[in-house]
């Protein structure tokens, strides 16, 4: 028996049309264990038969009427304004999004005594010495870095019960929204489409339902403070990219290696980074899949 057969909490999520959001509604909506509120800003929510609030989390009000008149037990905040370049010249939306809403919603759970759950991003190091540990001393290099620094500051000073979840390289299947890195790596070579893919970009990417796994275990032992959550493998995102070609019988030789300077992006990346979960897998049991195994549950859902 899984502890979500158990639970009768009140879960408010936000972002539920995102993939996260969509992945942690999934793992939760289970008749008669709990009451459950999605919220997102589109119209209409991309799950059937969810009860679904349409809101805006930057704006202030309308955020703090959503979990006032809802009171949950816990609030999840997969919601976030992930296009790291875009960050760079849309800054507002960014911080709006991903600082400003989080204080909001702190403001909203002291006010109720919720516990908020928050993702945040090795991005806020600058990716000289990892893996990094939940001590390290952070350095974002560039804007979507610093809103995710910020917004865990935000919490820090905030009075709420809350808990941090950093992550990294985030993959797996969600029924709808854009493609994540496997979809867009198998597809592409599907189609026979070389890829360029960085060489020097270290991390130890996330499937998606473990990241879940751990939002449910700091539910379940009602945790706080900052947690580290990635995958086993720490490798390079060029070797990620042959182990999911190899997994899908695919032709590896359209995937051209290049390094990151070459891109010529927008923001810079953190090149030596990842995240040590060791925290996580002794204080909560965190158990991530190995890629292979990840691939394999992918690859039952997977929808070219």
Not at 47 to 60: A, E, F, G, P, W
Not at 70 to 79: E, G, S
Not at 116 to 121: A, D, G, R
Not at 201 to 214: E, G, K, R, S, Y
């Amino acid at each position: 028996m899984y502890f979500r057969d158990l639970i009768k909490n009140r879960i408010l999520i936000t972002g539920t049309n995102g993939m996260l959001g969509q992945r942690v509604v999934d793992f939760y909506t289970h008749p008669g264990n709990l009451e459950l509120l999605s919220i997102s800003v589109e119209e209409k929510s991309v799950i059937d038969s969810v009860n679904y609030l349409q809101c805006d989390i930057t704006d202030r009000e309308k955020i703090k009427k959503a979990v006032y008149d809802f009171c949950p037990d816990f609030i999840v905040n997969t919601a976030a304004y992930t296009n790291v370049d875009k960050s760079e010249t849309e800054r507002e939306a960014a911080w709006k999004v991903n600082v400003k809403a989080v204080e909001y919603l702190a403001e909203a759970a002291r006010a109720i005594d919720a516990h908020l759950i928050h993702i945040s991003s090795d991005y806020i190091f600058d990716g000289n010495n990892g893996p990094y540990s939940e001590n390290a001393t952070p350095n974002p290099l560039g804007y979507y870095g610093r809103t995710k620094l910020a917004s865990e500051n935000a919490l820090r000073i905030s009075g709420c019960g809350y808990t941090i979840l950093r992550t990294n390289v985030l993959y797996g299947t969600a029924p709808e929204g854009r493609p994540d890195f496997v979809k867009w790596v198998v597809k592409s070579l599907f189609d026979g489409n070389e890829i360029r893919i960085v060489t020097d970009q270290i991390n130890n990417p996330t499937f998606i339902d473990d990241l879940v796994q751990a939002i449910s275990k700091i539910n379940e032992f009602n945790k706080t403070g900052i947690y580290n959550i990635g995958g086993r493998e720490f490798l390079s995102r060029f070797d990620f990219t042959l182990k999911i070609a190899d997994y899908f019988e695919l032709d590896n030789t359209l995937i051209k290696p290049i390094t990151t300077n070459e891109l010529n992006q927008l923001a810079r990346r953190p090149l030596k980074s990842g995240l040590i979960t060791l925290k996580a897998e002794t204080e909560l049991g965190y158990k991530p899949h190995t890629i292979k195994e990840a691939l394999a549950e992918m690859k039952r859902e997977l929808v070219l």
